[in-house]
């Protein structure tokens, strides 16, 4: 059941990561990118390190997300 | 009794991973692919808090509370960015 559980989430970071490579707007891109480090924190806690979860949570799928987001908004010119 | 319980719970929520990327790969609008990530966040929280009892170790609760702290606080930021805030 477990292993069946980290292939399962092996796959979506595989599928967020190309998404995030290959969508067109910046925003969906941004936020898949996110959510590849979302399900890399899950599967973390799965093998055993609930620590490295934790800062995988915070940082990668938090911070980044908002600095990135930050950054498309300073970076594109002021939408219509 | 309860192992049914627990492995019908395991359904599900591989079933709303499962679905969700489906949604995500799927959707059309940002707003959709946001809404999957939501959904996907819940149920990694769900996720986390079923491997903790099935593991034995509390300690497996603090990383679904932070990760529940935190993914409100995303989606939250890209509400304020669609609204032209951030």
Known sequence: ?80 | MAEEILIVAAILIFLGVALSVLRLILGRTVIDRVAAVDTLTVVSISLIALYAHVAGRSIYLDVALVYGVLSFLAVLAIARYLEQGL
Do not use: H, N, Q, W
């Not at chain 1, 490295?52 to 940082?59: L, N, W, Y």
């Open chain 1, 1 to 80: 059941m477990l292993e069946l559980f980290v292939y399962l989430l092996c796959g979506s970071i595989l599928v967020s990561g190309i998404l995030a490579v290959s969508l067109d707007s910046t925003l969906a891109a941004a936020v898949s990118g996110g959510l590849a480090s979302l399900f890399a924190a899950v599967c973390y806690v799965l093998l055993g390190a609930p620590d490295v979860a934790m800062t995988e949570a915070s940082i990668g799928s938090g911070l980044s997300l908002l600095i990135f987001l930050y950054a498309i908004r300073r970076t594109t010119e002021k939408a219509p």
